[in-house]
């Protein structure tokens, strides 16, 4: 059974940098591409970031490029989303997504991603 486990949310100043963690368990972790997904109250969910199973590819949403950074640990089964200069209008539920398939390529699709994180709230006050 595939679990992703979210942490690392709270509440910060607008200009501030937060570090999410997804950890994951019940698949071969190293195998699949990851994501992280937000949600905003009244929008829908929409892509941050990606990065392949080998890590050697990211993308980002453009709302994010220049702030964001996603990466993973194979060795932890785990996916990182360091969040820098941070705005309110990144305040968001932050998902951790799992590819439903192998050695998938990174799509800012929500249906590429069979497995989900409960998530985790950052909230960026002015």
């Known amino acids: 059974q595939v679990q992703l486990v979210e942490s690392g949310g709270g509440l910060v100043q607008a200009g501030g940098s937060l570090r999410l963690s997804c950890a994951a368990s019940?698949?071969?972790?190293?195998?699949?591409?990851m994501a992280w997904f937000r949600q905003a109250p009244g929008k829908e969910r929409e892509f941050v970031a990606g990065?392949?199973?080998?890590?050697?590819?990211?993308y980002y949403g453009d709302s994010v490029k220049g702030r964001f950074g996603i990466s993973r640990d194979n060795a932890k089964n785990t996916v990182y989303l360091q969040m820098n200069s941070l705005k309110p209008e990144d305040t968001a539920v932050y998902y951790c997504?799992?590819?439903?398939?192998?050695?998938?390529?990174?799509?800012?699709?929500?249906?590429?991603?069979?497995?989900w994180g409960r998530g985790t709230q950052v909230t960026v006050s002015s």
């Open positions: 997504a799992q590819d439903g398939n192998v050695g998938g390529v990174v799509q800012t699709s929500r249906n590429q991603y069979a497995y």
């Open positions: 990065i392949s199973w080998g890590g050697g590819s990211t």
């Open positions: 019940g698949r071969t972790f190293s195998m699949y591409t």
